[in-house]
């Protein structure tokens, strides 16, 4: 359905993409996540057909967009900047594609009404837009995206300008949406959580580049690199040097003078190499006996549950941050006072070492 094949985009200088390669099959929905900067917007422009690459293809139904011109495509877009026209109805506003496309005019009202139906705001097309609330503005710029079927929905961090609750809320419903009409999507957004809930792959992007191509869990839980695995999710990172291989698929890693287990990366890495371990805070648990010394340094109160930094002196005073969900009372927490922590081998991923940073 969409084909992007090495795609480099640069301005003045600077690289806003660089050799960017990944297709995509139709009805999927991928999002492309990364931090503000990392070449997202870039790719989903040239995409959109709106840039055009300094190098590379990009395809969709097997055309190259350069040979189509923007009227001729099949491609719905949203984009954080709603871009509905305040001084029409939300139905005019949803039918202002189809006039474009001249579509029927007989059969353009129940169209629409179809289309503002499926985003739940059926009976309020008469509305002017500053009559709705966000979402439902928001839902307006959606049916106004679909309500020409296009072949492909592109999506530019629609959902970033809306409060949390309304956020998650529409998380949701992009997702059953695309389900229920099975249309092809690129999402765009910095939030790792919406990658999560509503794709069936991540791209991750940094600095331009692609880091990682996958689905969400294997994005989350198998993460390909040390940037990966600190974007999504709370991590903690150990600086140390790899000792060796184990045949058991195992390496072990000196850390402030102790050997740790951690899960060996496929890449060749010879013994005395600096390494990053990581290992996520939820796969880290308090124990009674075993594991290793930890002082308690902070407790973050968030509600559900309690993240509590600590520091350990046989690590190298390494830090390190986990989930506490008993609902002991706050007093309980002691700075100061000594605990065991511990995790499993497996949940300890190895990565040559980012000079960037340390123990952290
Ligand atoms: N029109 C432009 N002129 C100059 N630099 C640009 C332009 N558009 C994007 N860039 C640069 O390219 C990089 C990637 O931008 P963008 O694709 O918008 O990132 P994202 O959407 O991930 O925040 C950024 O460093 C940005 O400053
Ligand atoms: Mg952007």
Same mark, same amino acid.
């Given at each position: ?21 990944? =297709? +995509? @099959?139709?009805? %999927?929905?991928?999002?492309? $996540? #990364? ?5 997202? /917007?870039?790719?989903? *422009? ?124 529409? =998380? +949701? @419903?992009?997702? %059953?949406?695309?389900?229920? $009409? #099975? ?5 765009? /957004?910095?939030?790792? *959580? ?167």
């Amino acid at each position: 359905m969409v084909r992007v094949a090495g795609v480099t985009k640069r301005y003045a200088g600077a690289v806003a993409c660089q050799d960017v390669s990944f =297709q +995509l @099959e139709r009805g %999927r929905f991928l999002t492309v $996540l #990364g931090p503000s900067g990392s070449g997202k /917007t870039t790719i989903l *422009r040239a995409i959109a057909g709106f840039l055009v690459p300094d190098e590379g293809r990009i395809e969709v139904h097997g055309v190259p967009v350069e040979n189509l011109p923007p009227y001729r495509r099949k491609v719905g877009m949203v984009f954080q900047k709603l871009a509905l026209f305040p001084h029409l109805s939300a139905a005019e506003n949803v039918a202002y594609p189809l006039r474009m496309r001249h579509f029927p005019k007989d059969q353009i009202p129940e169209r629409v009404e179809r289309y503002l139906e499926l985003v739940k705001l059926g009976g309020l097309g008469q509305r002017r837009i500053h009559q709705l609330s966000g979402g439902q503005q928001q839902r307006v710029a959606i049916a106004r995206a679909l309500v020409f079927e296009p072949d492909l929905l592109l999506l530019d961090e629609p959902l970033a300008a809306l409060d949390r609750k309304l956020r998650e809320e529409m =998380q +949701l @419903e992009f997702r %059953r949406i695309q389900q229920e $009409l #099975g249309v092809t999507t690129i999402n765009v /957004t910095h939030d790792q *959580r919406e990658a999560l809930v509503m794709s069936d792959r991540v791209i991750v992007m940094e600095g331009g580049r692609v880091r990682q191509d996958a689905p969400p869990d294997v994005t989350y839980g198998r993460p390909a690199d040390r940037f990966v695995a600190s974007f999504l999710g709370l991590t903690n990172f150990l600086r140390g040097e790899l000792v060796g291989r184990g045949p058991d698929g195992h390496a072990s890693v000196r850390v402030g003078g102790q050997d740790l287990q951690a899960r060996a990366p496929a890449i060749d890495l010879v013994p005395g190499a600096p390494v990053d371990l990581a290992v996520r805070a939820e796969r880290v648990r308090v124990c009674q006996e075993g594991g290793h010394v930890a002082i308690l340094e902070e407790a973050i109160f968030e509600g559900d549950r309690r993240v509590l930094g600590v520091r350990l002196p046989e690590l190298g005073d390494a830090r390190m941050q986990l989930f506490d969900f008993s609902q002991l009372d706050r007093g309980s927490f002691m700075a100061g006072r000594s605990i065991r922590i511990t995790w499993s081998p497996e949940d300890m991923l190895l990565f040559p070492a980012d000079q960037r940073g340390g123990n952290a």
